[in-house]
């Protein structure tokens, strides 16, 4: 499994339960990544969505305990739960997509996080693992700054060295 962030230089993610910043060209990427992938997301992601719908041509696993069944979505109570419903995919196809708590949780669990970095502060309240500076990880490609609405921001992959069994 994977996951899939954007990030300011000081690896903030969120503010009052939205983005940081708007920029067209990590939507572009994150669309490219992740469509007719599965996403998997804790509910306040799920709310922050436009109406609190989940993403099209995707299938969105959210973890919301406590959270009663839709149609357009798998709510899933626990991490047990989520552990049962993910073996019936493709784990190269299943993206973690947020929010903190459950990057935190989930992050010893993916082998990979497509990581865009971008180059400003968005004066976050949340914060993603600094990868950086934890040993399993190392980013193993970068590709050229580009710019998107004001924004230099650059799309890395980050490789676990020392994946955990989900």
């Excluded at 190269?92 to 929010?99: M, Y």
């Excluded at 502060?121 to 710019?147: I, K, Q, T």
């Amino acid at each position: 499994m994977k996951a899939i962030v954007a990030v300011d230089k000081k690896w903030g993610i969120g503010k009052k339960n939205d983005l940081l910043f708007s920029l067209p060209e990590d939507m572009k990427y994150f669309r490219e990544k992740t469509l007719n992938k599965v996403v998997v997301m804790g509910s306040n992601t799920l709310k922050s969505f436009p109406n609190g719908k989940p993403l099209k041509n995707r299938t969105n696993i959210v973890l919301f305990p406590g959270g009663e069944s839709r149609d357009d979505c798998t709510i899933v109570q626990s991490l047990e739960e989520l552990s049962k419903v993910l073996k019936n995919y493709n784990t190269e196809d299943v993206f973690i997509i947020g929010g903190a708590m459950f990057y935190k949780t989930m992050l010893p669990y993916c082998s990979e996080v497509l990581v865009t970095k971008v180059d400003a502060d968005g004066e976050a309240e949340v914060f993603y693992e600094n990868l950086d500076n934890l040993p399993n990880w190392e980013m193993v490609s970068a590709l050229p700054p580009v710019e998107t609405n004001g924004y230099t921001i650059t799309f890395t992959t980050y490789k676990n060295s020392s994946v955990k069994e989900f």
